[in-house]
């Protein structure tokens, strides 16, 4: 996969994400963790969008999270602060981000990964990239 050099990666699931940025080439990965995010505040913020009536806690607040992560990359997005973006987390976080992203935020994403790599290691990160 092409991933510029200065590329944001975000690497996220439910409860958490790693913000990492491609200090390698093109096609020679290298990635450097530049920080993490955590959820804030879930009992005053809320999902994005209609809950089913049978959803648990811990459901509402991994949804809110991925609220929360998307409104965070298109505060970034509107501030040019990431040119290009690569979004990895598994398929219900993905699911749960797409539809909140602003388009600034979706034009600069080369690439969505729907896989859980956010406890693992930047080597296996990177392949992920290949």
Do not use: C
């Not at 994005?48 to 970034?76: C, M, V």
């Not at 729907?114 to 990239?129: F, G, H, Q």
């Amino acid at each position: 996969m092409r991933i510029p050099k200065d590329t944001l990666v975000i690497v996220a699931d439910g409860g958490g994400a790693r913000l990492l940025r491609n200090v390698g080439g093109v096609f020679d990965h290298a990635l450097e963790q530049i920080g993490t995010l955590s959820p804030q505040n879930l009992d005053d913020d809320g999902p994005a969008g209609s809950i089913p009536t049978e959803t648990r806690g811990e459901e509402i607040d991994e949804a809110t999270f991925a609220k929360q992560l998307a409104n965070h990359l298109n505060a970034l997005a509107l501030k040019n602060g990431f040119e290009h973006a690569v979004l990895i987390a598994d398929p219900q976080t993905l699911g749960q981000i797409r539809p909140s992203l602003h388009g600034q935020a979706s034009e600069r994403l080369l690439a969505e990964i729907p896989k859980n790599l956010t406890n693992a290691p930047i080597p296996d990160i990177v392949r992920a990239l290949s």
